[in-house]
């Protein structure tokens, strides 16, 4: 399966945040910033931002003469015992988070052996997920989940993905043209969130972005009722911005 999608500004930030982690964990006795600056050659803005990050995220901690060394979180993922569960553990504190942040029910997804996967989300009674009324695998054309890992593979892999699921009609919205549907994500700029408006089902707005590193593939999403659609793009845009946290998690 090839790839075609572009590095977007979370799979940047991830980087430079495993280079600031791989800088902290060679150093066992601590860091200070200073000279974590001058070894990795980041602007002192852009590192303050990054170690607020991992500081946040539990990665790297300050002793008491100001130097960093590894957090418990990372610890916990270095462990061969329990890195599956801590890492699900890490992974949904997160999605919690986003989902606050956003204000919708936030999802994350994977594109597994061919199949579209919601590996985990997160919801509550004021941000409803999306009701799976048609199984995610065989939808890919009408949601944003699916169409956003779709855009991520090369022209072949996609047409193979399609012609294994039938386009069904879900809706009035759904693109049921695999020509259409082909050339729209071909269009589809890396760094600009798919979107489902109703595609998948009546009264539900969705919106998907890459996060994506190396061969894995993979988006976040969020999902809203139709009456609060006019939050969507912007909803979609926070968690871009706030995607870098979740694929480092994924690349560690």
């Given at each position: 399966?090839?790839?075609?999608?572009?590095?977007?500004?979370?799979?940047?930030?991830?980087?430079?945040?495993?280079?600031?982690?791989?800088?902290?964990?060679?150093?066992?006795?601590?860091?200070?910033?200073?000279?974590?600056?001058?070894?990795?050659?980041?602007?002192?803005?852009?590192?303050?931002?990054?170690?607020?990050?991992?500081?946040?995220?539990?990665?790297?901690?300050?002793?008491?003469?100001?130097?960093?060394?590894?957090?418990?979180?990372?610890?916990?993922?270095?462990?061969?015992?329990?890195?599956?569960?801590?890492?699900?553990?890490?992974?949904?504190?997160?999605?919690?988070?986003?989902?606050?942040?956003?204000?919708?029910?936030?999802?994350?997804?994977?594109?597994?052996?061919?199949?579209?996967?919601?590996t985990q989300y997160a919801d509550s009674p004021a941000t409803?997920?999306?009701?799976?009324?048609?199984?995610?695998?065989?939808?890919?054309?009408?949601?944003?989940?699916?169409?956003?890992?779709?855009?991520?593979?090369?022209?072949n892999a996609r047409r193979d993905h399609l012609s294994r699921?039938?386009?069904?009609?879900?809706?009035?919205?759904?693109?049921?043209?695999?020509?259409?549907?082909?050339?729209?994500?071909?269009?589809?700029?890396?760094?600009?969130?798919?979107?489902?408006?109703?595609?998948?089902?009546?009264?539900?707005?969705?919106?998907?972005?890459?996060?994506?590193?190396?061969?894995?593939?993979?988006?976040?999403?969020?999902?809203?009722?139709?009456?609060?659609?006019?939050?969507?793009?912007?909803?979609?845009?926070?968690?871009?911005?706030?995607?870098?946290?979740?694929?480092?998690?994924?690349?560690?």
């Amino acid at each position: 399966m090839a790839l075609t999608h572009e590095p977007t500004a979370p799979y940047h930030s991830a980087q430079d945040a495993l280079r600031v982690l791989e800088t902290v964990a060679r150093n066992t006795t601590g860091i200070t910033d200073t000279e974590l600056a001058r070894r990795i050659r980041l602007g002192p803005e852009r590192l303050t931002a990054l170690l607020r990050m991992l500081r946040r995220e539990g990665y790297v901690e300050q002793v008491t003469d100001g130097a960093y060394v590894t957090g418990e979180a990372l610890r916990r993922l270095g462990s061969t015992h329990d890195r599956e569960q801590a890492l699900r553990d890490k992974l949904q504190l997160m999605l919690v988070r986003l989902r606050d942040s956003v204000g919708a029910a936030v999802y994350l997804s994977r594109y597994v052996d061919g199949e579209v996967k919601v590996t985990q989300y997160a919801d509550s009674p004021a941000t409803p997920a999306v009701n799976e009324w048609v199984d995610f695998r065989s939808s890919a054309h009408a949601t944003a989940v699916g169409k956003s890992l779709l855009t991520q593979l090369d022209h072949n892999a996609r047409r193979d993905h399609l012609s294994r699921h039938r386009m069904a009609r879900l809706t009035s919205r759904t693109i049921t043209s695999d020509r259409l549907l082909l050339s729209r994500l071909e269009s589809q700029p890396p760094t600009v969130p798919v979107l489902d408006l109703q595609e998948y089902a009546v009264g539900t707005v969705c919106a998907a972005v890459p996060i994506t590193a190396g061969s894995s593939v993979g988006c976040l999403a969020l999902s809203l009722p139709v009456e609060h659609a006019h939050r969507l793009r912007q909803a979609a845009n926070t968690l871009n911005r706030n995607a870098a946290p979740v694929l480092l998690s994924l690349a560690i």
